[in-house]
């Protein structure tokens, strides 16, 4: 909580200085601008726009103008792309350069903004975010750059001008969301100016068209740099120079007259700056030592012990042919401070793991005293006992439930000692009476290689204790493979929307894996709050198929299943990727027509469709001939006001309007 106020108040002090910095020094570059926007196109310098602030207060963002100044600028979509007709000549070069931003230094200066932050959304977009995005990426200051701007810095070359707010919210616009709030949860001052730098560097013609990596937006050189070597060396340096100095003054009569504190401090600064190195050569840096294994605090111990080592020969050498001018100190000196230092470098990096292990201790103190967690034995010290240790140690189990020990039939040398920090109880026929003694839940059995007799035996203790419940780890861990068997298979397909997903069969048809009604029609609320909203054209096409089949032919349900689905397969092919289609019902489908730019476009759609479909269809060798009935809805002035799902879709179904089509192309209303 200090950190993050720390943190808070030297960014605002940062942004005050850099702002006011940066409007003095662009003053004259700015005047410039101005100068060639007047010359360009009549009308203000600069346009003010309305956007979603801290905690959603909306506030004035200032812009240069980049549109043409009359109506139609204002009447389009707020969302603008590269062909965009409203946007000047100058005003393509200042979007492209990101020049037109520069004058958000202004709301940085006076706190509506910052220099690091989400990017400031119009009010109207925001309105359609889910809570929970809202509420965290509307928790701090907008900015001028974040990861998702850097990222989407081409963003207006990505949208097409015939569906601009379609492919922004529905494609651009959720994965911009996602990575402002993965900045949200990772801010820091580093994170801040390596984002900063990555968008200095896209005006560089390389770097703009590579690909940044996403990780690198959030922990990029400057982070890495601060983190994996600058952190670690300033450490190093406070050990050593606590472990010198300590030394230095207990053992201050034993130090030659050339040694003093000024040295000591002098010979620990070339130690840090030694083990830095090592430590980068060896890769040490680059361990996450709260996960470390013992393994990794081996090889620090040998690559500390090799470098005392270095320095107690060199230090012998120095005393036998003085090479400088200052005389050798006294090995067991050198050796002392070496073991001190070790000791810190060792601790300091396993210093979370050494307080998790200590407050894990006392909480297990605390939760044998109080009797917190589910009581469990363990049965067998062979079989999978490591793996039931590890399991029930693990953060998911740890504190549910309470490890009495464990029983086995052949380690009678080993009762009353430790196994793994497991405490042998004694045999399997001691179980009833440590059930009743520590009121045992659950019996583990880690080791299925025991007698009959003895698994008989645990059996029946769940007549006499009803409350007890046996587990096998084998059939815990072989349910476990055939989950990641089943899971693997089903890789790379999508893992969330996957066919055997439920969330996936509540909202999509089964057969053709086309959205359903239900499906159908939340898309289309959505179409048409977003139509009324931005003044765009939206028209429905209803689809039903019929069949021409000679007498003799009777299709099964198979052959019609896959005549369904070879029509979905068509249907799939015309549509644009902004549109919905949908199976609604027996050989009927609906397809939702979005951002049209003219009336006309719906009549060419539902030709080509007719087309389409009217093609012949082979099925177990059977030539299937199809031919659709479409019907158009177009007027859907009374249908906003339907909630519920059905009630959208029966107004549709009454309100549709058959269409015929002539031989000359020219279709007619039924």
């Known amino acids: 909580m200090v950190q993050r106020t720390i943190y808070r108040i030297l960014k605002r002090a940062i942004d005050i200085l850099a702002s006011g910095f940066g409007l003095l020094l662009l003053a004259p570059f700015f005047g410039l601008i101005a100068i060639l926007i007047k010359r360009d196109s009549p009308g203000p310098v600069f346009f003010w726009c309305t ?74 977009v925001v309105e359609h975010w889910p809570a929970d995005a809202k509420d965290e990426i509307l928790s701090i200051r907008p900015g001028i750059t974040s990861p998702a701007s850097i990222l989407y810095h081409d963003e207006e070359h990505r949208i097409r001008s015939d569906n601009v707010m379609g492919e922004y919210l529905r494609q651009i616009l959720p994965d911009k969301m996602r990575l402002d709030r993965l900045y949200v949860r990772n801010q820091s001052l580093t994170a801040d100016l390596d984002i900063i730098f990555w968008t200095l560097a896209i005006f560089i013609p390389i770097l703009a068209k ?53 040295q000591l401090f002098i010979l620990a600064i070339i130690m840090a700056l030694t083990f830095s190195g090592i430590n980068f050569l060896l890769g040490f840096n ?207 397909d999508q893992l969330i929307w996957s066919p055997d997903s439920t969330f996936y069969l509540t909202l999509h048809d089964p057969l053709t894996e086309l959205p359903n009604q239900y499906l159908f029609c939340k898309e289309l609320q959505h179409a048409l709050a977003f139509s009324s909203r931005y003044h765009t054209t939206l028209a429905i096409l209803l689809i039903r198929l019929n069949t021409t089949l000679p007498r003799e032919i009777c299709l099964t349900k198979a052959e019609t299943s896959s005549l369904m689905k070879q029509a979905a397969h068509r249907l799939m092919t015309l549509k644009r990727k902004s549109d919905t289609l949908a199976c609604l019902g027996e050989n009927e489908f609906g397809l939702i027509l979005e951002n049209l730019l003219s009336p006309k476009n719906v009549i060419q759609i539902a030709r080509r469709i007719k087309q389409t479909l009217a093609e012949p269809v082979i099925v177990n060798n059977h030539c299937i001939q199809l031919s659709a009935e479409i019907s158009l809805c177009s007027n859907f002035e009374s249908a906003e006001q ?29």
């Open 51 to 124: 956007r979603a602030g801290r905690y959603g207060k909306p506030f004035r963002m200032l812009k240069f103008r980049t549109m043409y100044e009359q109506p139609s600028s204002y009447l389009g979509p707020p969302i603008t792309c590269h062909a965009d007709e409203r946007i000047t000549p100058i005003g393509r070069w200042l979007r492209d350069s990101k020049i037109n931003e520069l004058p958000q230094l202004w709301n940085v200066l006076i706190g509506d903004m910052s220099l690091v932050g989400p990017r400031p959304e119009d009010i109207h």
């Open 210 to 262: 590579a690909k940044i990596p996403e990780n690198l937006l959030f922990f990029g050189p400057l982070s890495r740099l601060v983190h994996r070597y600058l952190n670690w060396f300033v450490l190093d340096l406070i050990v050593s120079l606590f472990a010198f100095t300590l030394v230095g003054l207990i053992f201050q009569s034993q130090l030659p007259d050339f040694w003093g504190l000024r």
């Open 286 to 492: 680059r361990i996450v030592w709260r996960y470390a294994t013992a393994n990794d605090g081996i090889n620090l111990l040998a690559a500390t012990s090799l470098l005392s080592l270095v320095v107690l020969i060199f230090n012998h050498l120095q005393g036998m042919y003085r090479w400088f001018a200052f005389p050798a100190l006294p090995s067991q000196l050198i050796l002392i401070m070496c073991m001190l230092a070790q000791i810190g470098l060792l601790t300091s990096r396993y210093r979370l793991r050494l307080l998790s292990s200590i407050s894990s201790r006392w909480l297990k103190w605390r939760r044998y005293s109080t009797g917190i967690g589910e009581k469990v034995v363990i049965v067998g010290l062979g079989g999978s006992f490591h793996t039931v240790v590890q399991l029930l140690r693990s953060e998911a189990f740890r504190y549910v439930f309470q490890t009495i020990g464990v029983v086995d039939d052949n380690a009678t040398s080993e009762i009353g000692m430790w196994v793994e920090e497991c405490l042998v109880l004694g045999r399997t026929s001691d179980l009833p009476d440590l059930i009743e003694k520590h009121d045992i839940g659950i019996l583990f059995v880690a080791d299925e290689n025991i007698p009959d007799e003895v698994k008989q035996m645990i059996c029946g203790l769940r007549h006499t204790h009803s409350d007890l419940r046996i587990a096998i780890a084998s059939q815990i861990l072989q349910r476990l493979e055939q989950q990641m068997i089943q899971a693997s298979r089903r890789l790379p």
């Open 642 to 670: 339907m909630e519920l799902p059905n009630q959208l879709l029966d107004w549709i179904l009454k309100h549709r309007k058959p269409l015929s089509f002539t031989q000359e192309g020219v279709y007619e209303l039924g």
